[in-house]
């Protein structure tokens, strides 16, 4: 009797969480998604500039609302390659949020996907460790895109984030500057069950990697098995 009162009471704490943990995985599933369908197509994101990428963050379906001159917000996750200097396999996704007026005008009305490949140690940390204006705290510019793209144009060598948008099916760099880039503490939570931090997460190895990132990881560990940056 009494282990079945504790099975009960074990439910009714639980339960409450479970609504709120299927959204962040649903989430992180559809971050696995658009980066599959953007990497699977040759003239998308340049291999070149993936393979120097340390982290790359995936914001699914961000849509506009109106407040005042226009704005957004979207949720995703921010993955980043393993070990202190960033060359390891693909870790653990801490959940992220962008936000900012600029976003809206560039979005149209539409939902549109978002991916940033963040280049350095520096803009890593930066993101990592706090709040980030883009274009402010850490160098932003929209990234080139196709097979043949240079990655030796001053605007990449000098740019700690490089950004991405699609939206209905059209793919093209896109500048971010002005939005914000933080940690999602809240959906941190509700998919790790305890509150972390980005740094808990992607450095410190505190959780291990939820069964919804598996397609995230798969395909970026497939397309970029290792930094090539110098």
Do not use: H
């Not at 880039?181 to 509700?190: E, F, M, Q, T, V």
């Not at 808990?200 to 940056?229: E, H, Q, T």
Request: charged share 25%; with cysteine.
């Amino acid at each position: 009797m009494k282990r079945s009162w504790m099975a009960v009471l074990m439910l009714l704490f639980t339960v409450p969480l479970l609504p709120a943990q299927s959204k962040e995985r649903e989430r992180l599933e559809q971050c696995g998604i658009v980066m599959k369908e953007i990497l699977d197509v040759p003239d998308a994101i340049p291999a070149e500039l993936l393979d120097k990428a340390e982290c790359v963050v995936v914001f699914p379906s961000v849509k506009k609302f109106a407040i005042g001159l226009g704005g957004s917000y979207g949720r995703g996750a921010m993955i980043c390659r393993g070990g202190a200097d960033y060359r390891g396999p693909w870790g653990v996704p801490a959940m992220y949020a962008l936000e900012g007026a600029n976003i809206g005008f560039q979005l149209g009305g539409q939902a549109t996907d978002f991916v940033l490949l963040i280049m350095n140690d520096r803009g890593a940390k930066s993101v990592l460790k706090s709040k980030v204006k883009l274009g402010a705290d850490a160098a932003a510019a929209a990234g080139p895109k196709g097979r043949t793209a240079s990655a030796a144009t001053d605007v990449v060598l000098n740019a700690e984030i490089l950004s991405y948008s699609r939206s209905r099916g059209l793919f093209a760099g896109v500048s971010l500057e002005g939005s914000t880039l933080r940690s999602d503490g809240g959906a941190n939570k509700n998919l790790y069950g305890k509150k972390l931090d980005a740094e808990d997460i992607i450095l410190k190895g505190a959780v291990r990697m939820p069964p919804a990132a598996k397609a995230l990881v798969d395909i970026l560990n497939r397309k970029s098995p290792k930094n090539l940056s110098n």
